[in-house]
């Protein structure tokens, strides 16, 4: 079965731009993760959905938003965009019984 | 909150075996998954322990204490392409996942 799929795998924007990411889960995962990875903070957890619910929320400021479709696929929008922004951003689902997470390969943003 | 605690890096020679080790402090603990990261890559599962004990997987292993906040991954007979991240992560009951910020492994010859 496909993988989890993001888009777009890199992409370059300015301060204060705005930015939406996406990611389509594996069939039949139905919750959604987001983190963000950089060098010097490691891996940071955004937030989750499950069946279009936001279930758990990162500490990140409100220009992080996300939200999730009826068909599971994902997406987060950056707001106002700043260079502490540029990262790796990874969106993972986790099997039924919880006790796998798949990874996508990541939307690199580069803010300039 | 939860706290992840890892060693930053790690050397080891190709043949050998290294332990690399994980503490935590959380609430609601329900599980801990080792990943495998390549740079410029997506991390992997390497494996996900529940109840205490050692798992074997091949030539990765993964033990589990709970009662301690401890975990560590072994890896055996290292080869040159396990040179990579190893990450730790905590499950809650919440359904939340935390990462540690990796060890980064390098095998040399």
């Known amino acids: 079965k496909a993988g989890v799929t993001q888009t777009p795998r890199y992409l370059i924007k300015t301060r204060g731009q705005q930015v939406t990411l996406s990611c389509s889960p594996i069939?039949?995962?139905?919750?959604v993760s987001w983190y963000q990875q950089t060098p010097g903070q490691g891996l940071q957890f955004l937030f989750e959905?499950?069946?279009?619910?936001?279930?758990n929320k990162g500490n990140f400021p409100g220009r992080f938003s996300g939200r999730q479709f009826s068909n599971s696929r994902s997406e987060m929008n950056v707001s106002t965009l700043e260079l502490g922004d540029s990262a790796l951003y990874l969106c993972?689902?986790?099997?039924?019984?919880?006790?796998?997470?798949?990874f996508g390969e990541g939307s690199w943003l580069t803010v300039v | 909150g939860q706290n992840i605690d890892q060693p930053t890096e790690m050397t080891a020679t190709e043949g050998a075996i290294v332990q690399i080790n994980c503490t935590y402090q959380?609430?609601?603990?329900?599980?801990l998954f080792w990943y495998q990261q390549h740079a410029g890559e997506a991390p992997t599962f390497l494996s996900y322990?529940?109840?205490?004990g050692l798992e074997e997987k091949g030539r990765f292993s993964s033990f589990l204490s709970r009662s301690k906040g401890y975990s560590y991954l072994l890896l055996k007979e290292l080869q040159m392409k396990d040179s990579a991240s190893y990450l730790c992560?905590?499950?809650?009951?919440?359904?939340?996942?935390?990462f540690g910020d990796g060890t980064t492994l390098t095998v040399k010859p």
């Open positions: 993972a689902t986790r099997s039924a019984d919880g006790n796998t997470i798949y």
């Open positions: 069939s039949g995962h139905r919750s």
């Open positions: 959905y499950f069946s279009e619910t936001q279930r």
């Open positions: 959380t609430s609601g603990f329900n599980g």
């Open positions: 322990n529940v109840l205490d």
């Open positions: 992560a905590v499950n809650t009951n919440a359904g939340k996942s935390t």
